[in-house]
């Protein structure tokens, strides 16, 4: 057995693989990671965990998993086992590497991997099964978040699907600009990417909290896969 484990600005995601089926799977709020004491408790029933695998972009819960875990094996761009085509392998987040092997290895081909966390990022793989690079745009719920802390009037408002793209208060004037303006950039984002990426045409796979809510109300994301890190985390860990 595998312990999966992401950890993310916003939520830490923990996965129990079999071989490649995932037996259990929960989140934590990173910020209290260090404080969760269920996390043994959650595992206690997998004897049989022998490797635990970590992508992390949170330097500080780290140390905590470490404790917890002291054989674990942390994903970086020396040891992830993909061709980095930049300059500075070493500033692209484990997170996303993690996201570009799992989509070339479960979907074959050039692909797009748009991950909706607290940043919002695209990440491009060649033919070839090469990291090539991508944008980085702040998350849905950041976004959200920013307006209210940054504005006199505008509430923190819960995310639901709008109504219409015309809102006809506030409340509903934020969730349109929200949903429908990030659909809006990632068809954008989807559309010059692929632009730069002929003559393959790449396959499209959204993952990360958002995708659900921001992919309902577009035709250019082929696949939601909301476990592609765990999943990629899980082969990197049956490989090595």
């Not at 595992?43 to 490797?51: A, E, P």
């Not at 989807?190 to 959204?206: G, M």
Request: glycine letters at 10%; hydrophobic letters at 40%; a positive charge.
């Amino acid at each position: 057995m595998l312990l999966a484990v992401d950890i993310g600005n916003t939520s830490t995601h923990f996965g129990v693989f079999q071989g490649e089926k995932i037996l259990r799977e929960w989140r934590v709020m990173t910020e209290g990671i260090s404080g969760d004491r269920d996390i043994r408790k959650r595992i206690s029933g997998y004897k049989d965990i022998r490797k635990v695998i970590v992508s992390s972009v949170v330097p500080s819960a780290n140390r905590f998993i470490r404790k917890l875990f002291p054989k674990a094996v942390f994903v970086d761009h020396k040891n992830i086992g993909i061709k980095i085509r930049l300059k500075k392998p070493s500033e692209v987040g484990a997170d996303r590497l993690v996201d570009a092997l799992a989509a070339y290895i479960l979907y074959k081909g050039p692909c797009i991997v748009v991950d909706f966390g607290t940043a919002t990022t695209s990440d491009v793989i060649s033919q070839k099964g090469e990291y090539l690079g991508g944008a980085i745009a702040p998350g849905v719920l950041l976004s959200r978040d920013c307006l209210h802390d940054r504005t006199a009037k505008l509430p923190r408002i819960e995310l639901k699907p709008p109504r219409r793209v015309i809102g006809k208060n506030t409340l509903e004037a934020m969730r349109s600009g929200l949903v429908y303006g990030y659909v809006a950039m990632v068809e954008g984002m989807i559309a010059r990417i692929k632009a730069e990426l002929t003559p393959y045409p790449p396959l499209v796979i959204a993952t990360g909290g958002m995708a659900e809510l921001i992919c309902k109300y577009t035709t250019v994301v082929d696949k939601i896969d909301s476990r592609l890190t765990l999943k990629g985390l899980n082969y990197v860990g049956r490989t090595k």
